[in-house]
């Protein structure tokens, strides 16, 4: 697989993305990552890097580019906490269009994940662009509340989510809790959307990131993770049709 960086042109400042591609001519189905709060750091890179070597074309936006050092300074607010959900929604369309533009991606297999906030960021993303054909959020929390200018959290949008979605939950996470999770599950359901949420005994936030080894869970990392390739082999499928000749991204 190739994994390197490129920039995308926006309306303001340029934003990085990190992509790795499967080996070979494609067209290969794709994963849009959204990272957690730390950036695209090496967890979210061997995140992005695993989903390649699984035959997934992938690509991690940085959603932090809007937001400097000097921001963070002044605002004595995290980057994180200075993110605002109708620009987060445009990075991620953005990155969209980034990958369906690759001649060895096939547009029609797209789905997305993400870590912390990142699964945040996968239920806004799969309830606002119905590009997204299957989406797993790893527990991602304050899905309950708005950020930034917006003026609904992204439970409110639920029903723009076409696509079924699976979630991970850490049996003792505070954010999604527990109580969390009844109240996603009833919102899915509402709105007839297919969907699989799994919990894991024992585990915390954040359990999928040996880099946080307070939270990091093995049991729930090495038992999720095939779950999520399962369920993205289900939903986007990963058999190249007969004779297609597309060329490499390269």
């Known amino acids: 697989m190739q994994s390197f960086w490129e920039k995308i042109q926006m309306d303001g400042p340029v934003m990085d993305v990190y992509a ?29 890097n695993k989903l390649a070597a699984a035959g997934y074309a992938a690509v991690a936006p940085d959603l932090f580019h809007r937001i400097t050092d ?47 906030m990142g699964g945040r960021v996968t239920w806004l993303a799969a309830a606002t662009n119905s590009t997204f054909k299957a989406a797993v959020p790893y527990y991602g929390g304050n899905i309950l509340v ?23 939950f850490g049996e003792i996470d505070e954010n999604p809790s527990q109580d969390d999770m009844l109240i996603l599950d009833k919102e899915l359901s509402a709105n007839s959307i297919p969907h699989q949420f799994y919990t894991y005994p ?20 090495e038992m999720s993770w095939p779950r999520t390739l399962d369920f993205f082999d289900k939903h986007l499928g990963l058999t190249r049709a007969a004779g297609n000749d597309e060329p490499a991204c390269n």
């Not at 959204?34 to 750091?41: L, R, S, Y």
């Not at 708005?146 to 639920?158: K, R």
């Not at 915390?204 to 990392?221: E, G, L, V």
């Open 20 to 48: 790795s591609i499967p080996d070979g001519e494609g067209p290969f189905p794709a994963v849009v990552v959204a990272h957690h709060a730390p950036g695209v750091d090496k967890f979210m890179q061997d995140m992005t």
């Open 70 to 116: 000097e921001m963070v300074e002044s605002t004595g607010m995290t980057k994180r906490d200075q993110l605002d959900d109708p620009l987060i929604i445009e990075d991620i369309n953005a990155t969209v269009d980034f990958l369906t533009a690759l001649p060895c991606v096939d547009s029609e297999r797209i789905g997305v994940t993400g870590f912390c």
């Open 146 to 168: 708005p950020w930034g200018s917006a003026s609904e959290s992204p439970l409110a949008a639920t029903s723009g989510i076409k696509c079924p979605v699976l979630f991970h």
């Open 202 to 221: 024992g585990a915390n936030h954040a359990f999928m990131n040996p880099a946080s080894p307070a939270r990091y869970q093995r049991a729930a990392a």
